[in-house]
T-cell receptor
Framework: AQSVAQPEDQVNVAEGNPLTVKCTYS??????LFWYVQYPNRGLQFLLK??????LVKGSYGFEAEFNKSQTSFHLKKPSALVSDSALYFC??????????FGDGTTLTVKP | KAGVTQTPRYLIKTRGQQVTLSCSPI?????VSWYQQTPGQGLQFLFE???????NKGNFPGRFSGRQFSNSRSEMNVSTLELGDSALYLC?????????????FGQGTRLTVV
């Protein structure tokens, strides 16, 4: 069975500093990996995805993620955090049948 | 292009009642998935429908059911409500349910069972 782990419940960074939100996965076959962001009282919004190709994927709002097959990781990164980036972030893996499994989420807090 | 629409946004029900939630996907999207989000359990997959057929199912009791109509709109039903069913229920649609396509989420229905 596929699984996703987000080892940190919370990540705190200062505005302007780089941020990393970690994600590791387990899936049979080729991984299809996604990052979503959720703001309070809203649904999830798509940020970026890895399907194939370059290991560094660029997405919305200046976010990027690095796919590492040997470490089965797909960490979300941003070079310079903004206060408005504060939200709940979910990593997800999708299998060949289209079923998605989400991590438990990581709350990112960016302080001014 | 309209997004995924979920109705109602908020709902309060009494234990033992049943409830029906509605989801209208983005036009052209034929895959609709449902998720339950709670503070303790995170985001849990309920089921996915594609072309009016349930294609995937999560580990939820039979009290949770759903269906999809020919226009791709989907409903989710929960019977004999329990206090633990209080949650944010999210619907997501995607193009033809391919594994490389991202999902588009609605704002959710906040269900409170009292």
């Amino acid at each position: 069975a596929q699984s996703v782990a987000q080892p940190e419940d919370q990540v705190n960074v200062a505005e302007g500093n780089p941020l990393t939100v970690k994600c590791t996965y387990s899936v049979s076959g080729n991984p299809y990996l996604f990052w979503y962001v959720q703001y309070p009282n809203r649904g999830l919004q798509f940020l970026l995805k890895y399907i194939t190709g370059d290991n560094l994927v660029k997405g919305s709002y200046g976010f990027e993620a690095e796919f590492n097959k040997s470490q089965t990781s797909f960490h979300l990164k941003k070079p310079s955090a903004l206060v408005s980036d504060s939200a709940l972030y979910f990593c997800a893996v999708r299998d060949w049948a289209g079923k998605s499994t989400f991590g438990d989420g990581t709350t990112l807090t960016v302080k001014p | 292009k309209a997004g995924v629409t979920q109705t109602p946004r908020y709902l309060i029900k009494t234990r033992g009642q049943q409830v029906t939630l509605s989801c209208s996907p983005i036009s052209g999207h034929r895959s609709v998935s449902w998720y339950q989000q709670t503070p303790g359990q995170g985001l849990q997959f309920l089921f996915e429908y594609f072309s009016e057929t349930q294609r995937n199912k999560g580990n939820f009791p039979g009290r949770f059911s759903g269906r999809q109509f020919s226009n791709s709109r989907s409903e989710m039903n929960v019977s004999t409500l329990e206090l633990g069913d209080s949650a944010l229920y999210l619907c997501a649609s995607s193009l033809v349910g391919q594994q490389n396509t991202e999902a588009f989420f609605g704002q959710g229905t906040r269900l409170t069972v009292v």
